[in-house]
């Protein structure tokens, strides 16, 4: 009896010092439950456009808050079924289960854990993931406290939204949205008993990176939810076998990764390390369709330039080791430095035949290459290819795979190009691509390369002689300067296609972008009142010279600002400022700036006069119809097209600017090292495709319109012209008093111009 005396007091002794330690020495010191009862989710910054596409995300962790009533029940039963089938049953502990994993664990700690959905919620909120007793206590003491503070449907709402699940996504909604693309509204039973599957182990049952131990995982769900009766045999059959297409990366609406990159660096700027964590929503004015419309554009054309001048070889080689599973590391190793560009895949050559290359994917599938598949590399295929460019086992290659799933080579292009439209009544941006791929070069050509507009600024220069006198009808003498002028001493500009055709008329000239008369005209006007006439349009005098090759536009414009310029002819004479930020709100909906659309037609926003901008705009659209830019109206069959080609010295750039409707778009394509594109090359094969391709989507359904002539405008002597330049008041020709020998029958009356 002493004995079992002793025993009962010694046991009565720990129990009482246990208990005293757990609540005189660890409940003291758990933190409060603030964290949880006044939730806020740390939610990335998320950008959208004007209809509501999201085109970027922007913080640590992928997350969504998504209250439990708008979770489908599909999800919470799989995750149930794992995780914690007795959920709303128990008090927050599972005894049963505990003691379970008690018996299982005693050597050496809870490794085999058994905890419940509000034993995790204190563990993720409040502990560390150390497995020691004192932390299961704490855990234990917490999860009553919750249980005591918020419904079960509370609890399920914290887990299912801060849950780590991989890839930096946090929560189930973005889990679905990371790994399968989808809301998570839309996931099928299948995908749903994959994502349950994660909690348990996110780097192991990723799906993303290892989708066969995600496959077990997602088995035993399925399982585990037939047994509870919560599918049928039928469902648990159809779920098994459905096949997933797993993504494990950020899907966007839509591609605008530069358009993205201005509004988060403009929100930080005001925001700071908040604007990663608050929930902050922006929506800029693009427009999705268009926006993806320029990005194809940009992409498809850039490509058909790169592939018209041929294949520069493999991008690198290795040597393939002879065992199997060494080589297959080797591949894995140097494909992580050759990551996908979009549809642009890096695959590296394992066999090669004069009619078949075989090459295997970073995703280790093994793919065969023939017939036209082959075609852009025939030349690295010979047996007598250079070495650098030769395709032989090791190589490593892009390949392409086509709507019939065959697979060609090709290559990543080294040239850029980049475009933007905006609205030409209140300069909203409705798309921008400021270049080839954001991953691979995120500078932004749009808004900061400073480049040559060529013979896009033309127009702008015309502009300025209207307002000297000069009209559409003016003849002006379309001989080179060597032969009519000392000036070509120092500088003898040249036409494009090295045919002079005499005097012309200045619709003509600019309709067939002829140097010769654009220098002239400048010449006639003066290179400082084309200077003082460019600021109207938002160009920098100061970025173009002052002599008369500003005429052929060897100053430097930006792509975005060159928009803005052809704005003014396209509106009737007003200067925009481009703009992209339109609202900005908090995580739950309350906005917090917003910017107006600004008026339109203000007489404070005039900087030309109505007159001026409707005969260049007339000109303009002879460009479109019958010029240089005449396959705009060809491709897609509209006779409201207005813009003009430009192509810089040596061809280093290539330019398509010009509007229809109120939408103003810039094309432009070349060499960030500058560099010549070749002597076949101009605006109208490099940069007006893609101002095609995307103004086609931008204008879909749109009707043709017509410009109405402002008062003070006459069409009396065969074209339009200032009324106060009738009867032979203004600049009737220039230059036609002088003639190459040998031209006399090309001689005409001039009449000198009035300044």
Do not use: C
């Not at 994993?101 to 409040?126: C, E, K, P, W, Y």
């Not at 990723?206 to 088995?219: E, L, S, T």
């Not at 890096?346 to 598949?373: F, P, Y």
């Not at 691509?433 to 013979?455: E, I, L, Y």
């Amino acid at each position: 009896m002493k004995w079992i005396l002793a025993l009962v007091v010694l046991l009565s002794t720990l129990i009482i010092g246990a208990l005293a330690y757990i609540f005189l020495g660890l409940a003291p010191g758990l933190p409060a439950l603030d964290a949880i009862t006044d939730y806020q989710p740390k939610i990335p910054l998320r950008i959208y456009t004007a209809d509501n596409a999201l085109i970027g995300e922007f913080g640590e962790e992928h997350r969504d808050f998504v209250p439990i009533k708008d979770i489908p029940d599909v999800m919470k039963n799989a995750l149930l079924s794992i995780e914690d089938a007795r959920f709303y049953e128990h008090n927050g502990v599972d005894f049963i289960g505990l003691t379970r994993a008690f018996v299982a664990d005693l050597g050496g700690g809870f490794h085999q854990g058994a905890s419940t959905i509000t034993m995790q919620v204190a563990r993720n909120f409040f502990l560390s993931q150390e497995k020691t007793v004192t932390r299961k206590i704490k855990e234990i003491l917490l999860t009553f406290r919750i249980e005591a503070a918020l419904s079960k449907d509370q609890i399920l709402e914290l887990y299912m939204n801060q849950i780590y699940l991989g890839q930096r996504t946090h929560g189930f909604s973005s889990a679905a949205k990371t790994y399968f693309g989808k809301s998570l509204n839309q996931i099928t039973l299948a995908e749903a008993a994959m994502l349950a599957g994660i909690p348990q182990n996110p780097v192991r049952h990723n799906p993303a990176v290892n989708f066969p131990k995600a496959k077990q995982r997602q088995m035993l769900v399925l399982k585990s939810m037939l047994n509870k009766g919560m599918i049928t045999e039928a469902q648990f059959d159809t779920a098994s076998h459905e096949h997933l297409t797993v993504t494990g990366k950020q899907m966007y609406d839509a591609h605008a990764d530069y358009a993205a990159e201005m509004v988060r660096q403009s929100i930080v700027a005001e925001y700071k390390d908040t604007a990663y964590t608050a929930g902050i929503k922006v929506y800029t004015t693009l427009l999705k369709a268009d926006q993806e419309a320029a990005y194809e554009a940009v992409r498809k054309n850039v490509m058909d330039y790169d592939q018209r001048h041929g294949y520069r070889g493999p991008e690198a080689f290795i040597s393939l080791p002879a065992d199997e599973d060494e080589r297959d590391d080797a591949i894995d190793e140097v494909l992580k430095k050759h990551p996908a560009n979009d549809k642009l895949i890096a695959a590296v050559v394992t066999k090669v035949s004069s009619k078949t290359v075989q090459a295997d994917l970073a995703s280790g599938e093994s793919i065969e290459i023939n017939g036209d598949g082959l075609r852009f590399a025939s030349s690295a295929l010979q047996s007598k290819a250079k070495s650098d460019l030769k395709v032989i086992p090791g190589a490593i290659i892009r390949v392409i795979q086509d709507t019939k799933m065959r697979w060609s080579i090709t290559q990543l292009p080294e040239v850029e190009g980049a475009y933007v439209a905006i609205n030409a009544q209140t300069g909203a941006y409705r798309a921008m691509v400021g270049g080839f791929d954001f991953n691979r070069k995120k500078f932004n050509h749009v808004t900061s390369a400073w480049r040559q507009p060529g013979s896009s600024i033309k127009p702008f220069i015309y502009s300025a002689a209207l307002e000297k006198g000069f009209s559409p009808s003016t003849l002006i003498n379309d001989v080179q300067l060597s032969a009519t002028t000392e000036e070509s001493l120092k500088w003898d500009p040249r036409n494009d296609d090295g045919k002079y055709d005499g005097p012309v008329t200045m619709r003509t000239a600019l309709a067939q972008s002829k140097n010769v008369v654009s220098v002239r005209i400048l010449k006639t006007i003066g290179v400082s009142t084309a200077l003082e006439w460019l600021p109207h349009f938002g160009f920098n005098k100061d970025k173009h010279p002052s002599n008369l090759t500003l005429a052929l536009g060897t100053g430097q414009v930006t792509p975005v600002q060159l928009a803005a310029g052809y704005a003014v002819f396209a509106n009737g004479g007003y200067q925009v400022t481009p703009w992209l930020i339109s609202k900005v709100t908090d995580a739950r909906g309350k906005v917090l700036s917003e910017t107006k659309a600004p008026a339109i037609a203000q007489d404070s926003d005039r900087v030309i006069d109505s007159r001026n901008a409707f005969i260049t705009d007339s000109m303009l659209r002879e460009v479109a119809l019958r010029g240089t830019g005449a396959a705009a109206d060809q491709r897609l069959g509209r006779r409201d097209l207005a813009g003009k080609t430009g192509t810089s010295s040596e061809a280093v750039d290539g330019w398509f600017a010009g509007y229809a409707d109120n939408i103003v778009g810039v094309a432009w394509m070349g060499y960030d090292d500058p560099k010549s594109l070749g002597g076949r090359e101009f605006g109208a094969t490099l940069a007006l495709p893609i101002w095609i391709d995307s103004m086609r989507v931008s204008l879909a359904g749109k009707p043709e319109t017509q410009r109405t002539a402002p008062d003070g405008v006459s069409n009396a002597e065969g074209d339009w012209m200032y009324s106060e330049f009738l009867n032979g008041a203004g600049v009737k020709s220039v230059d036609l008093d002088v003639q190459p020998a040998g031209d006399a029958d090309k001689t005409a009356p001039t009449t000198q111009p009035v300044n």
